[in-house]
């Protein structure tokens, strides 16, 4: 069975704003050491992840910015954003809490995501993976809405899982990813112990604890609200999970096949560039200053 390795707390950052409250929850400075600092750089595939809660009314939105190489997974917990990239224009639909919004940057695209008018209380989450950036040749730039009907429940009476991507429970998500990866939002009632299954043995990954607490692992560590918890290396694909409390426990789990390569971030202009080398980063992002609204084309 899998125990719990490290449990890491979240870094709030950002400007201090009392409508907006931005967490990292993965993800640390770049090859200039730009961003913010945290202890928790990677857990391979995974790179980055943010956790955005937004409350009341802003003075501006998120402003369109480049990127390469990784994969931004948006899952809304609450609200509705627009977005727009400058390959495919404005999507024809609302990205809705429930639903994703998952751009594959490939080699190259700017993009934005921006709350609707009028809607302001808005919690999501931003996950970035790392596709095969080791290739010659990256593909263009792609992206995949899919509404929150179109994304796979399990329940019963203990258990309610989102199979965001992937597959769990005997249910596939829509999502075709480019690299095998597992990513579900889950929920525990009271009182309840389960045992999750991770596609491989060798897969690497983490919790997020979104509500609640609980003990996570043969470890029985505890989590709570707002930290994350990266899974042990043993050769196993059993986690298991108890809820002690009365109350449900409310959590992302997300593993994956690692590179077991290493991989730079550029910062800059509002996004990021992901590359094998700071060489083929630093290129990236001399493309985009030149010629930013052709980017990727």
């Not at 928790?40 to 402003?63: H, M, N, W, Y």
């Not at 809304?76 to 994703?100: K, Y």
Request: proline share 6%; aromatic share 10%.
């Amino acid at each position: 069975m899998r125990t719990i390795k490290e449990l890491v707390e979240v870094i709030p950052f950002g400007p201090k704003n009392e409508a907006m409250q931005l967490f990292r929850v993965i993800g640390t400075v770049d090859i200039d050491g730009q961003g913010t600092l945290h202890q928790l750089g990677q857990v391979d595939p995974f790179i980055f992840l943010d956790d955005a809660i937004i409350r009341g009314e802003l003075p501006t939105t998120f402003k369109k910015h480049p990127h390469t190489g990784l994969i931004a997974v948006t899952y809304l917990l609450e609200g509705e954003m627009h977005a727009w990239d400058n390959i495919h224009g404005v999507t024809q639909d609302l990205n809705r809490a429930g639903g994703v919004y998952c751009v594959n940057a490939g080699r190259g695209i700017v993009h934005g995501e921006a709350p609707i008018e009028g809607v302001r209380q808005l919690r999501l989450l931003q996950l970035w993976y790392c596709p095969d950036i080791y290739q010659s040749q990256l593909p263009q730039a792609s992206y995949q809405l899919f509404q929150p009907d179109k994304i796979p429940v399990y329940q019963d009476e203990k258990l309610w899982v989102k199979v965001i991507i992937g597959h769990a429970f005997n249910l596939s998500s829509p999502v075709i990813s480019p690299w095998p990866i597992q990513y579900l939002h889950i929920k525990i009632a009271g009182g309840n112990n389960v045992d999750f299954t991770i596609p491989d043995s060798s897969w690497q990954g983490f919790i997020y604890v979104i509500n609640g607490k609980g003990q996570f692992g043969a470890n029985q560590v505890l989590g709570l609200e707002k930290q994350c918890l990266t899974i042990g290396l043993e050769k196993s694909t059993t986690l298991t999970v108890k809820n002690s409390e009365s109350i449900p426990l409310e959590f992302i789990l997300a593993t994956g096949k690692p590179h077991h390569q290493s991989f730079v971030k550029l910062l800059g202009h509002g996004g990021a560039i992901v590359a094998d080398t700071e060489s083929h980063a630093r290129d990236a992002m001399k493309l985009y200053e030149v010629d930013p609204e052709n980017f990727g084309n």
